[in-house]
């Protein structure tokens, strides 16, 4: 069964179509495959139902939500599991790929896929030392799925890629542990230019022509038009997290404290504001959504921050490790962790988050990027520590595909035109395309 979601008046709704595959005569009526439903089934065909009886294809919905307009009729859930379901009626998503091997148009892509190796990538492959090449019984690639494909590698760095922005123009900044900030032409593919921080990059935004790059102890500041510099002193230790928001720029530190300055137009320069105090441990995340600012740290909590006042109005402590990243989408804020979930929070009558969904995979989670496919469908990528990001429909959480690397892939960016960016652990930079075909 193939689940479609479209975003309709702002909102993510759960609308979805059945396309029924044909069956064998003798197939038993409306009995589903219990194999299917854990996604283990490798039969083709196979004698039982792959999709849900046409009773069990309904919205599954809290009646409850009726009561928060903003959130009514939105379903975080995958049709396709029903079981193990939480408090608002949300079936868990599980983490195997349904039936790829009965439906291999589902995920695909690679070369060199002799063999019975079905969907599975080579993991020799992934690290240039498989030694069979065509005659290998599993894939040769860098990616399964439909939609999506690997437009060209960018090599240049020599650690980890740990940031990636794109000011205004035609230049893709990327910074790394190896203590460079690299810029490339986006239109030959060529690295233009490589500057020396002196330090590992600990992360960087861009925001119109400025760029913001965090190092230990204090911030570098570029104008990418004027050519303009500074530094932002006072943090300790290496930053983080960067994000701009109300003529604001706000650093997550290593010491827990997040830093904040303030534009000041008259002399065109950022002068400190104040700092907020709150995280016993790293600032790892931040993001700005909603007329807040939230915060994720090492302290395995998530704060919500007032952002005309400053000041803090909740703390969650739900995740059980460390809250790599937060995402804020649609009037939602997404949440992951070293504790193997992605969690969905939405604001109650009370301006409070709660939980509306939780997505469980088999790792931790390290990143999270949101973005549209060509055809305009809400696509989340999940970036996890087995060196793979998992690439979901929204709200479905349905699974349409991976990208697999050699490392663990910490960077992720989305670009114009369907592009997006990935950087890893050895430093390699890959640029992806979304397609209609």
């Not at 595909?401 to 930079?429: N, S, V, Y």
């Amino acid at each position: 069964m193939e689940v479609e979601t479209n975003c309709h008046g702002g909102y993510w709704h759960g609308n979805k179509r059945s396309f029924h595959r044909s069956v064998p005569t003798s197939r038993p009526q409306n009995k589903v495959c219990i194999y299917w439903l854990s996604g283990r089934c490798n039969r083709d065909p196979c004698m039982f139902l792959h999709e849900l009886p046409s009773e069990h294809q309904t919205q599954i919905q809290d009646p409850s939500t009726s009561k928060r307009p903003h959130c009514q009729n939105l379903v975080w859930t995958n049709p396709a599991i029903l079981g193990n379901q939480s408090k608002w009626g949300l079936g868990r998503h599980r983490d195997d790929i349904h039936n790829t091997n009965a439906n291999p148009g589902r995920l695909n892509g690679g070369v060199g896929t002799s063999g019975d190796g079905g969907d599975r990538v080579c993991k020799f492959f992934l690290t240039d030392s498989c030694t069979f090449g065509d005659r290998c019984r599993f894939k040769h690639s860098w990616s399964m799925g439909d939609g999506f494909s690997l437009l060209t590698p960018l090599e240049g760095h020599e650690k980890a890629v740990t940031a990636i922005a794109l000011p205004s123009g035609d230049k893709l900044y990327t910074g790394s542990k190896d203590m460079t900030i690299k810029v490339w032409d986006c239109k030959t593919g060529q690295c233009a230019a490589s500057i020396s921080t002196g330090c590992e990059v600990g992360c960087m935004i861009s925001e119109e022509a400025w760029l913001f790059v965090g190092i230990p102890d204090s911030i570098k500041v570029w104008n990418t038009k004027t050519g303009m510099e500074m530094t932002l002193p006072g943090p300790v230790g290496q930053i983080y997290a960067l994000v701009a928001a109300n003529d604001m720029l706000f650093a997550g530190t290593q010491d827990g404290r997040i830093f904040v300055w303030r534009f000041n137009v008259a002399t065109n320069c950022f002068e400190p504001a104040t700092t907020l105090l709150g995280h016993r441990l790293a600032v790892v995340s931040l993001v700005v959504g909603g007329a807040r600012l939230y915060s994720s740290s090492m302290d395995n909590t998530i704060k919500a921050w007032e952002l005309s006042t400053l000041q803090c109005i909740q703390t969650i402590s739900d995740h059980s490790n460390v809250v790599m990243s937060l995402l804020y989408w649609d009037q939602f804020l997404l949440s992951c962790s070293l504790d193997n979930t992605v969690k969905v929070w939405f604001t109650n009558n009370q301006e409070q988050l709660e939980v509306t969904y939780t997505h469980t995979e088999e790792h931790g989670i390290i990143s999270l990027c949101g973005m549209h496919d060509e055809q305009g469908k809400p696509v989340l990528l999940c970036s996890l520590n087995d060196n793979s990001v998992h690439i979901y429909d929204l709200p479905s959480f349905n699974e349409r595909g991976r990208i697999f690397a050699k490392q663990e892939i910490r960077a992720m960016q989305t670009g114009p035109t369907g592009l997006f960016f990935t950087g890893d652990g050895t430093g390699e930079l890959k640029v992806w395309k979304w397609s209609t075909n």
